[in-house]
């Protein structure tokens, strides 16, 4: 059966149906982050019916009907009953979390919310993992098609587990039949995130691989929360980016910044990286560093046929994030307090790269002798 025009469709969507006859939504992770965000804005629209709200602590969105419990509860079944739609948000991606810890966290919580879901009645899961799922790859097509093979491997901060909520989402529907789970996967989050890429705009350089491409596309969480809207509202399904329209270059990243590159040798900066993270003093892996080196830019042509469009542009978003950034200094992944970030700046980038595992070990040579 064909599909309708997307113009069609798109007027189709944007019909407003009257107050309180609209979805009850679930919102787990709704306390703070994109979840508390999304609760306000789900709790103030006429297109809503209600908002329940899950986190393992009250939140402050009055509106909201609160459970408090952990997402791994079974008994999450039954707060969820009489629920439409969840949107599950619930995600450990703290860079300074136990691995191991993360990730039965994240991947028994998804688990848990799909089966629950389905027990309950709802006939619509919504889950957001990243476009990090796609790969940073030398040879990537820039943008990447929404359609294009997840080619990620488990060796950057937490996407093996966005890897296995995506296989958990490709499952679910064959599990529970009649359930529809709809997957947003932003571009570089911004907005009261901390990830490894945020960091790389804390550092006194930029630093650049030899021979890479970096381009960088940024998702702003206000618009993330659009898109997750769209989703609810049953206007978008499937799986879909998120992200601003088109891209920058390293170039153009720098110019903008006006923070200066640092490039480095391939086998000098990865296996700096590597062996700062398994002697334990940052907390990126060396996979983290394909990001920043390799494209992965994504199309947001099913968002736009749906007619939703970001608010914000690429520069905007990237000139927020230097706004929020200011007064942090980090290196190669790791917070430093001002003495160090001044003797940082000071010697350079490269030497602070290579000299941070020296660093820290004067210190804790200090610490014993004390």
Known sequence: MSSPDPQVRAARNHSTPAPGRGPVVAVTGAATGVGDLLVRRLAASDEIKKVIAID?????????????????????????????????????LDLESDPAARTAYNVRGTQTVLTAAAAAGVHRVVLCTSAMVYGALDDNDVPLSEDAELKATAEATGVGDLLEIERLARRAPRAHPGLNVTVLRPAVLVGGTDTALTRYFESPRLLVVAGSRPTWQFCHVEDLVTALEYA????????????????????????????????LPSAVALGAAARLHRIGLTPSPAGDLAYTMHPWVVS????????????????????????????RHTVAGRRLGRKDATAAGAAGATVALLGTAALVRRARKARRRI
């Open 56 to 92: 393992e602590r009250r939140g402050e969105v009055p509106e909201a009907h609160w459970h408090v419990l952990d997402v791994r509860d079974p008994a999450i079944a039954e707060k969820l009953r009489g629920a439409d739609v969840v949107v599950h948000l619930a995600l450990d």
């Open 300 to 327: 947001v042509s099913r968002l736009h046929d749906a007619g939703w469009r970001p608010r914000w542009t690429n520069e905007e978003v990237l000139a927020a994030l230097l706004e929020e950034v200011e007064g």
């Open 232 to 263: 609810v509202l049953e206007r978008v399904e499937g799986e879909l980016a998120v992200g601003c329209d088109g891209w920058l270059e390293q170039e153009e990243v720098e110019e903008l910044s006006g923070i200066r590159r640092m490039e």
